[in-house]
């Protein structure tokens, strides 16, 4: 009997998040949602306690593994093993870490070629700032860009 009533309760939980589960997802710790920011539509901006942030993604040329691109991070102080993180935002294609190099003392520029979907031309990725393994919490924004063949 007891079996059934935990299988029961297990049933329930997992209907429960399969429901209410995704509305949470993109939401902070204080329940406000993350808009979205198109980084090769322009800069993305956002401040901080610290200061003022900036990112930009530029294209440039095509190689043989694809469309190069050029991140660009101005921060108010420098993490340590600053990294972007690509990951799939219209599908799930694995993680790919780009550490970014310090030009200034303000400034993080990396250059990296996205994978792209072969089943289709939308793929839309995610950048995620992180300071070594730790994602940075005070980015407002979900930095995206769909990838470019």
Do not use: H
């Not at 429901?19 to 997802?25: A, C, E, H």
């Not at 972007?84 to 993680?95: F, I, T, W």
């Amino acid at each position: 009997m007891l079996r059934v009533l935990l299988t029961l309760g297990l049933i329930a939980v997992g209907i429960t998040l399969v429901f209410f589960g995704p509305r949470y997802l993109g939401k902070t710790s204080d329940g406000n949602s993350y808009s979205e920011c198109d980084l090769l539509s322009g800069p993305c901006a956002w401040t901080t306690p610290e200061g003022q942030w900036q990112a930009s993604l530029t294209t440039g040329q095509q190689s043989s593994q694809g469309q190069i691109y050029r991140l660009e991070i101005r921060s108010p102080g420098a993490p340590d093993r600053f990294l972007a993180v690509l990951r799939g935002q219209s599908m799930y294609m694995g993680e790919y870490p780009v550490p970014l190099r310090q030009q200034t003392p303000s400034d993080f520029s990396a250059e990296f070629t996205a994978p792209f979907c072969t089943t289709g031309g939308d793929m839309v990725w995610r950048v995620d700032l992180q300071a070594g393994q730790e994602m940075l919490e005070n980015v407002p924004l979900t930095l995206v860009f769909k990838a470019q063949k």
